[in-house]
């Protein structure tokens, strides 16, 4: 059974200040742990998780004869309360907390998706990633009427998540889950990392390339599952092990089963040392704090520059730049304070308001920066606003110098493995916003100079320098077979489609009656710009 109430009447009114930064993708948490409060459990799982998706959030439970799932727009703290975890008893549990990448942001795309089976059963599932064949999954979907419509009265969702709970459900039919599964992850191409679950099985997988991370947890009565390994530390889980790429985990009153479903070929999310994760997550056996403090250290080396004070951009840019300054002697020091509260609000700002812009999320300390030389270290450009204001901002309090350091290559490519990248046009990395070059330029290092520098002119910095790629790669000690770089060299190890059944609103097309001409037709035009 599912919460039949009608959503919450919220508005989600995603922050201006935000429309700059590269977008989370999702959190997943799972539990399996009779005599415990696993919907409590996964509501701190989820806590911990929240960096990862702040548009909605959900919590599934089961106890042996149902499963019940609460969900809705919003933040973990906004969406759950303790009477409502009070109400979920149970000794398996499933959460996420989302951010949309395939389908808007609506109540019927929060997670987890639930279904019910031919025979009865519930299921739910929770997906943190993004697939590359959602048009073709859809299409099959369709044509068994799992998908489009109405459902109980309610709009039919439109993510790539309910598309596979749909087709899952659907095969558990004639088999298991656990066979159904068998069936179905195969097939999927693209990143997934998914938790579901029935009224007595817990189940975990993961992609075969490993895009994003997901690791298993030893409770002292049970098992967890959950994106990063600092969900684990929240609930007193102990580390076990990842969840391999290709694997696929049944944990059930016997113990926990491991499955192969597909050859592991793995390609982490290089994005993930830099941004997304947990600074106090370990990801490949690697902690992300210390890849991140090593970014800052070699950036130093690569990009040299006589100041006063190192600051970062916090929080995401504070590790390297703590790196940054043991590597260059430059002393290090916060000039820059955070507010945070803000974040993915559900009140719109007055236009009064949004003009103040960056100033509701920092605020520099002036007697830090006044007269100073700084060094300032960020983790990425993307479009290059949030920088432009930044700087803007510092030369106000009265910095002398503004030296700008990116602990990540330029962002040439967008993601379409679960990171909402702005498109191809938009990065300035790609010439969005940023002064032309001046010379014709006959070398890639011509080409890539004259980028740097029209980017500089436009955030309006005295210099900026951006982390070498084979410079980010050794930071990581992973190698660089084993990693996705998408998004900086433009390789996507999953391919593509060919035509243009790809990108965020894919299935709304496909949904509202739209041929299958027209779909690929308008969402060619939507994402042309986005393509490689």
Request: aromatic share 6%; with cysteine; hydrophobic share 40%.
């Amino acid at each position: 059974m599912t919460n039949a109430d009608l959503p919450v009447n919220t508005i989600s009114a995603t922050s201006d200040l935000d429309e700059n930064e590269p977008r989370e993708e999702c959190g997943v948490f799972g539990v399996w742990a009779p005599g415990e409060d696993v919907a409590k459990l996964t509501y701190y799982g989820l806590y911990a998780l929240q960096h990862r998706g702040q548009e909605a959030a959900g919590i599934a439970v089961a106890d042996g004869s149902q499963v019940l799932v609460f969900k809705d727009l919003g933040l973990v703290s906004q969406v759950f309360d303790e009477q409502t975890l009070a109400a979920m008893p149970g000794h398996i549990a499933i959460g996420h907390c989302r951010y949309s990448t395939t389908g808007g942001v609506t109540w019927e795309n929060s997670q987890p998706i639930f279904r019910t089976t031919a025979v009865g059963s519930g299921l739910a599932l929770g997906h943190n990633g993004n697939l590359v064949n959602t048009a073709e999954l859809a299409g099959r979907a369709r044509e068994l009427g799992l998908i489009g419509g109405t459902r109980h009265g309610a709009v039919a969702a439109t993510s790539d998540s309910d598309v596979i709970t749909a087709l899952l459900a659907h095969a558990a039919a004639d088999s298991s889950i656990e066979q159904a599964a068998m069936t179905l992850l195969p097939t999927l191409r693209g990143a997934f990392c998914l938790t579901f679950m029935d009224e007595h099985t817990l189940y975990a997988a993961r992609d075969p390339h490993g895009v994003r991370p997901l690791c298993l947890g030893r409770l002292d009565r049970g098992w967890v599952v959950a994106s990063e390994t600092a969900a684990l530390d929240i609930v007193g889980a102990a580390f076990v092990r990842e969840i391999e790429p290709g694997e696929l985990l049944a944990i059930d009153a016997e113990g926990v089963r491991s499955m192969r479903f597909a050859n592991p070929e793995p390609k982490g999310c290089i994005f993930e040392y830099v941004y997304l994760a947990r600074p106090d997550s370990t990801i490949s056996g690697r902690s992300v704090h210390a890849t991140r403090v090593e970014i800052g250290r070699r950036l130093a080396k690569e990009h040299p520059v006589e100041a006063d004070l190192v600051i970062p951009v916090p929080e995401s840019g504070t590790p390297a730049a703590v790196g940054y300054a043991q590597g260059s002697g430059v002393p290090y020091g916060q000039g820059l304070m955070k507010n945070a509260y803000v974040g993915r609000t559900f009140i719109q700002p007055s236009q009064t308001i949004r003009q103040l812009g960056i100033r509701l999320k920092l605020n520099p300390l002036r007697e830090v920066i006044r007269g100073k030389r700084l060094i300032v270290v960020d983790d990425s450009i993307v479009r290059g606003n949030t920088q432009r204001a930044l700087i803007r901002m510092l030369r106000e309090a009265g910095a002398l110098e503004i030296h700008v350091r990116i602990a990540s290559p330029p962002v040439k490519w967008p993601c379409f493995y679960g990171i909402d990248f702005a498109s191809r046009a938009e990065l300035i990395a790609n010439g969005a916003g940023a002064e032309p070059a001046q010379r014709p330029t006959n070398t890639a290092a011509e080409a890539l100079h004259d980028m740097v520098e029209g980017v500089r002119r436009s955030i309006g910095a005295d210099s900026l320098g951006y982390i070498s790629l084979e410079g980010m790669v050794a930071a990581t000690e992973q190698p660089r077979t084993r990693l996705c770089c998408a998004c900086f060299d433009g390789e996507y190890p999953i391919a593509l489609p060919s035509e243009a059944a790809i990108g965020k609103n894919v299935l709304e097309g496909m949904l509202s009656g739209q041929s299958e001409t027209e779909m690929l037709s308008a969402n060619a035009n939507a994402s042309a710009l986005s393509r490689p």
